[in-house]
């Protein structure tokens, strides 16, 4: 068990040190180069991730919350609709890159190209929509959620090492799991219906890149054709990092109850999706990557000049 939460804690913090990363790099592009679009959505993403991260079950922010002397209550109500919201937004952001994306590489003839020129209008209606939708879908559960206590333990279902979601009524209960599970289905149907979409579209235009252009052409992938294929990625690792995650979830709360060997693996792969993502996001895009060129040159650079001083 011991080595089960190392890896838990390891699998943390890679995930929010790389998240840290892009929300400096994307910051920085944001305010001082001109941004891209896309840009504007990948930035939220590691900010998303980094929040899910530190409060996905006891990780460092409940560590903060104590040092603060905040009441146990507050703390596992607190940490808990973080982490609910988080988890809404990120499922809502992939989405919504995989239709931005989709939008993006649309022919002109296809019916997604109408909404090209429109996309910064109503991206910003959709940031809006997602985060006000997010933040009050999760309000209700803070109700069933709290500090564990010895009274009725049978009755309650502990998901940390001092918090427990309490009993709720049959209704309600299966009520919360229809509109979130409905909630789930729809993106990630979107999600799907998207990237089916995008690799059909690569797909023909690879095909006729065959007839137009020379072989070397054809074999240099295109910065859209990059992008789209990195958004089909992070929609496969979440869809199937969900789908997981979902399964547990629901045996565990038909059950009413959770291991800790099964809660930990739980958390596991929670954590999967915003810990590769942000490893993903860094390897596909052209301009992290010659920036770490360009540190490691000049670092190498330094090193010989401080070397041939010395000698």
Same mark, same amino acid.
């Given at each position: ?8 804690? =390891?699998?943390?913090?890679? &995930? ?39 409060? &996905? ?7 903060? =919350? ?13 940490? =808990? ?16 890159? *995989? ?46 959620? &709290? ?14 090492? *001092? ?21 789930? !289905? =729809? ?7 998207? *990237? ?15 007839? %137009? ?8 992938? *295109? ?13 496969? %690792? ?22 800790? !060997? ?50």
């Amino acid at each position: 068990m011991s080595s089960l939460k190392n890896v838990l804690y =390891f699998q943390a913090g890679l &995930g929010v040190l790389a998240n840290v990363f892009l929300v400096f790099f994307y910051t920085f592009i944001i305010l001082v180069h001109k941004s891209k679009l896309m840009d504007l959505i990948s930035c939220q993403l590691p900010f998303i991730h980094i929040m899910l991260v530190l409060t &996905g079950g006891d990780m460092w922010l409940t560590d903060i =919350f104590q040092s603060l002397n905040f009441d146990n209550d507050f703390k596992c109500k607190a940490t =808990f609709y973080i982490h609910r919201v988080m988890r809404g937004l990120s499922i809502c952001i992939t989405c919504l890159l *995989s239709v931005f994306q989709a939008v993006t590489i649309s022919p002109s003839t296809s019916f997604l190209a109408n909404f090209k020129l429109k996309l910064k209008k109503y991206m910003t209606y959709a940031f809006f929509y997602i985060w006000s939708f997010n933040l009050s879908f999760s309000s209700n559960l803070i109700f069933y959620v &709290g500090a564990f206590t010895n009274v009725s333990e049978t009755n309650q279902i502990k998901v940390t090492k *001092s918090c427990s979601i309490f009993p709720m009524n049959n209704i309600i209960r299966a009520l919360i799991l229809t509109v979130t599970t409905s909630r789930d !289905v =729809f993106l990630v149907g979107v999600m799907l219906t998207t *990237s089916a979409y995008m690799v059909i579209t690569l797909f023909r235009h690879q095909r006729q890149c065959k007839y %137009l252009h020379n072989p070397v052409s054809h074999l240099r992938a *295109s910065p859209e054709k990059r992008a789209t294929q990195t958004i089909l990625l992070l929609v496969v %690792l979440f869809v199937v990092t969900y789908w997981v995650d979902f399964i547990i979830s629901s045996t565990s709360g038909l059950l009413w109850m959770y291991h800790p !060997v099964i809660l930990t693996v739980q958390k596991f792969v929670v954590n999967a999706y915003p810990t590769i993502t942000p490893l993903v996001q860094i390897s596909s895009d052209n301009r992290i990557i010659n920036m770490l060129k360009n540190l490691r040159s000049k670092c190498h650079q330094i090193f010989l000049n401080v070397y041939f001083f010395l000698v």
